[in-house]
């Protein structure tokens, strides 16, 4: 079996899969790479690049770079030529825009659609970045913006509708495809953002610091020029009051020198920011932490992030962390279900500390569940196995 996974980001969740697949079956894959350039949308070039894709089995070899993938006739007779050239049975989307979701359902090869988002972002793809600033102007926005917005939700129904099979990373996720789009329930299947087993931790671990080491991954929470949708401003301003806990923050920042970054964050001494690191350097660091923090903005979560069950939510239990959460409704009740953390549902001293509080008393119990969770439902290698029953529906 031959597969393509035609990617539009440098995104983590497709080389767990890509891993998994390849030590579990042997399968021959071959990704490609469809969207922004990777200097421009990382800002460290080739270096960072490779350091994403070091993961075993994938190399820069394997990955083919699709040029103009602004001009869609060439997209698709790119994808063409990769299916033609590697033999491949079947495409493995992940959507990030439907333009390389259209592209792909437009070769007549078996196209799986893997949805990491509902919401579409598809103006760098259609314009480039100039046409998506002029986009989002004022005047042009207000008389195009709806109609579209509009054709955006068209085509995301249609390339759904016509995929051979749909995966999506939350039951919430499914449900929002089933009732918005009419896709058949059959055709739909649920992959959690998870990780391969190999990244997991052998021993759960037995006792914390004092105070509290948790990691905190996110993404643009400090942006100086404007007020992100992923902004954690409120967290921090409530974090720096509690003495129980250090938070150590890994992610990007906007508009920031490194000089402004040290300058902010020397009025919060029980929180430091540690920078920028790619998928591999990050799993290595994860367990030298005693707690993992998931927080997006309340108003973020209303419209996105409810939606879908974070990857730093697996990659926290791979390392044996009790989490600590934020209680958008589908976190909570996942943390709550299988017992790997405590949720605070307010951002205040008061419901973050009750929380710490909690996970100090069960801290092992949590930590062992968490281990539990990963080596015994939610891993890369019992997914591979729907993903190889999946591919052959398809194929067949």
């Not at 909570?332 to 279900?337: D, G, I, K, N, W």
């Amino acid at each position: 079996m031959n597969i393509l996974h035609l990617q539009f980001d440098t995104e983590i969740r497709t080389l767990y899969q890509v891993e998994a697949m390849r030590d579990v079956v042997g399968a021959t894959i071959t990704l490609a790479y469809a969207g922004p350039s990777y200097g421009e949308r990382f800002g460290y070039g080739e270096e960072l690049f490779s350091k994403v894709y070091s993961l075993p089995y994938v190399s820069l070899r394997d990955i083919f770079f699709i040029n103009k993938s602004r001009c869609f006739r060439n997209l698709v007779e790119n994808i063409k030529y990769i299916v033609k050239e590697n033999d491949i049975d079947i495409i493995h989307v992940h959507k990030r825009t439907d333009i390389q979701c259209l592209a792909a359902l437009k070769t007549g090869t078996p196209t799986i659609i893997d949805v990491h988002d509902l919401v579409c972002l598809m103006e760098d793809s259609i314009f480039g970045s100039q046409g998506s600033r002029i986009f989002r102007s004022p005047l042009i926005g207000s008389v195009f913006g709806k109609h579209f917005y509009k054709r955006l939700l068209n085509l995301e129904e249609y390339c759904l509708k016509h995929a051979d099979y749909v995966i999506v990373v939350s039951p919430l996720m499914k449900s929002r495809v089933l009732n918005l789009y009419n896709v058949e329930p059959a055709k739909v299947q649920v992959l959690p953002n998870t990780v391969p087993l190999k990244y997991c931790s052998f021993k759960s671990k037995n006792n914390y610091s004092n105070p509290i080491k948790a990691i905190m991954a996110t993404s643009f929470f400090l942006d100086k020029n404007s007020k992100s949708h992923r902004d954690i401003l409120s967290f921090i301003e409530v974090i720096k009051e509690i003495k129980d806990i250090e938070i150590y923050l890994y992610g990007w920042t906007k508009g920031f020198y490194k000089k402004d970054i040290e300058l902010y964050f020397s009025k919060y001494p029980n929180i430091t920011y540690k920078g920028l690191l790619s998928p591999s350097q990050y799993l290595n660091i994860i367990e030298q932490y005693d707690v993992g923090v998931i927080f997006n903005n309340p108003d973020y979560d209303v419209h996105i992030g409810e939606i879908s069950l974070p990857k730093k939510l697996f990659e926290y239990a791979a390392k044996g962390l009790p989490v600590l959460a934020y209680a958008s409704k589908q976190i909570a009740e996942f943390v709550y279900q299988y017992k790997i953390g405590s949720v605070f549902d307010e951002v205040s001293v008061d419901s973050i500390e009750a929380a710490i509080k909690d996970i100090k008393k069960n801290y092992e119990l949590y930590s062992m569940n968490a281990l539990r969770l990963i080596k015994k439902e939610c891993n890369w290698e019992k997914q591979t196995k729907t993903l190889l029953n999946i591919y052959s529906k398809v194929i067949d």
